[in-house]
């Protein structure tokens, strides 16, 4: 704003023949100058740059739980299609290329109806051989609730319920919720196996007390995209969540769960500018292994 209305006055004052010098080339004009150029190349980052440095954020946990097996959990979150792609393209070689055992999807699929045929044909060369399961999120539930969304894609859609995988004779367990399904989750969360691994699928955070006194040992969720625009030291704008700042990315311990929040793939639909600036894209690879004695 200062920048802009300091080349007004100069345009002005030139219009009426007056004196000029000194407004472009004084000290605060100049200082103006430097911070315009370093805004205009942090907006050019933002959206011609990050949004295409995919981050992979790997992530090892030993659980008693398992005695002679792994589980490699691959997470996606947010992808927030639209019309015209970005990282599909290369997202499904980028996952695969990690070998996961199951592949996991947290929440909001399109900011545009037309993204859909884009949507899965990526998801469907998602590749994992122990499963592929997704969540629904505050999006997929406002806009997309009449379509089938991950119809020929491989993925199972956990509205409310849960999965046993098995692997190498030894079991882990990965339940969800639709965004919409909060409300019942002690359905989910009450049942879950104690002895087994266990994921809970949400897309936000707002379930991580709840879970609470119940055999929940990985939640995972999405929704913030760690701010889309993180400020250095201070980290993210906003997160829309109900948490506020307390959870907006990474890896948290609340009581006896871990809770992950992925920053996404994509970016906010609607209105919003398409950037990203201190937050690249996610992708998270949890490694479940057994405790080393």
């Not at 007056?18 to 315009?36: C, D, N």
């Not at 049942?191 to 955070?205: G, K, M, V």
């Not at 879970?211 to 201070?234: F, K, M, N, W």
């Amino acid at each position: 704003y200062l920048w802009v209305r300091l080349w007004l006055t100069w345009m002005y004052r030139r219009l009426r023949k007056r004196e000029t010098r000194r407004i472009l080339t004084a000290r605060p004009s100049l200082a103006l100058h430097v911070l315009a150029v370093f805004g205009v190349l942090c907006i050019g980052y933002g959206y011609f740059v990050e949004p295409y440095r995919i981050q992979i954020e790997t992530i090892s946990i030993q659980t008693d739980k398992l005695t002679n097996t792994s589980f490699r959990i691959v997470q996606v979150s947010d992808l927030h299609c639209d019309k015209r792609v970005r990282l599909e393209d290369r997202l499904p070689g980028i996952i695969n290329s990690l070998n996961p055992d199951i592949i996991v999807f947290t929440g909001d699929t399109l900011n545009r109806e037309a993204a859909l045929p884009l949507f899965q044909s990526m998801m469907a060369r998602m590749e994992a051989p122990h499963g592929k399961f997704a969540v629904g999120g505050n999006w997929d539930l406002s806009y997309w609730y009449s379509l089938d969304l991950y119809r020929g894609t491989g993925f199972e859609e956990l509205q409310l319920g849960r999965s046993t995988v098995e692997k190498d004779g030894e079991t882990i367990t990965i339940a969800g919720l639709a965004y919409e399904k909060a409300r019942y989750h002690a359905k989910v969360t009450r049942r879950l196996p104690p002895d087994t691994f266990n994921i809970l699928l949400y897309h936000t955070t707002d379930l991580i007390d709840a879970c609470e006194g119940r055999p929940v040992d990985l939640y995972l969720s999405g929704h913030t995209h760690g701010g889309q625009i993180a400020l250095p030291l201070y980290g993210a704008l906003t997160t829309l969540s109900e948490h506020g700042k307390k959870y907006e990315a990474g890896l948290y311990r609340v009581k006896d769960t871990l809770l992950y929040v992925n920053r996404g793939i994509g970016m906010e639909g609607g209105w919003v500018p398409r950037v990203r600036f201190l937050s690249r894209p996610e992708i998270a690879v949890f490694d479940i292994e057994p405790k080393r004695n």
